[in-house]
């Protein structure tokens, strides 16, 4: 007995995951995923669906979505929108820290000037709310003695 679940081989239940109605070239990953990545099922353990066409990379590389193919989704499987490419590389071209640096104030809603920003650990640290978060440290260590 057969079920809509039911597939004759792994790979037409692979091409089943894909969004067949796309028109800018990508094959975009419908299913299951992990960090944005799709992720397939293949023998019982999880890999990543682009994995399964391009295969898994070699040590020290990884595949990335080439943005001059017109590619920066992390659903698209389609071979011709990956490249091989090391990390260091992989982290230049994507956008790791920037969304960092658009911030301009901090969670409370500090401004992160240059009177009011301090750098801990590379990442920016709102002077004000450091100043609060010492006092409320020094106010608890007060109860505590009493």
């Known amino acids: 007995m057969t079920n809509q679940y039911s597939y004759p081989n792994v790979e037409a239940r692979f091409w089943a995951k ?48 080439v943005k001059e193919r017109g590619c920066l989704n992390r659903n698209c499987i389609c071979p011709e929108h990956l490249e091989l490419v090391t990390s260091g590389e992989n982290s230049r071209r994507g956008n790791v820290g920037k969304w960092q640096l658009a911030k301009t104030h901090c969670p409370q809603g500090h401004e992160y000037s240059v009177e009011n920003t301090y750098l801990y650990r590379g990442k920016r640290n709102c002077i004000i709310c450091g100043r609060r978060r010492a006092y409320l440290r020094y106010k608890v260590r007060q109860a505590s003695l009493v």
Do not use: N, Q
């Open 18 to 65: 894909v969004d067949p109605c796309r028109t800018d070239g990508c094959k975009v990953w419908v299913a299951g995923e992990s960090g944005g990545y799709g992720i397939f099922s293949l023998h019982g353990k999880p890999i990543r669906a682009h994995h399964f066409l391009v295969g898994v990379p070699p040590v020290g590389l990884m595949w990335d979505h």
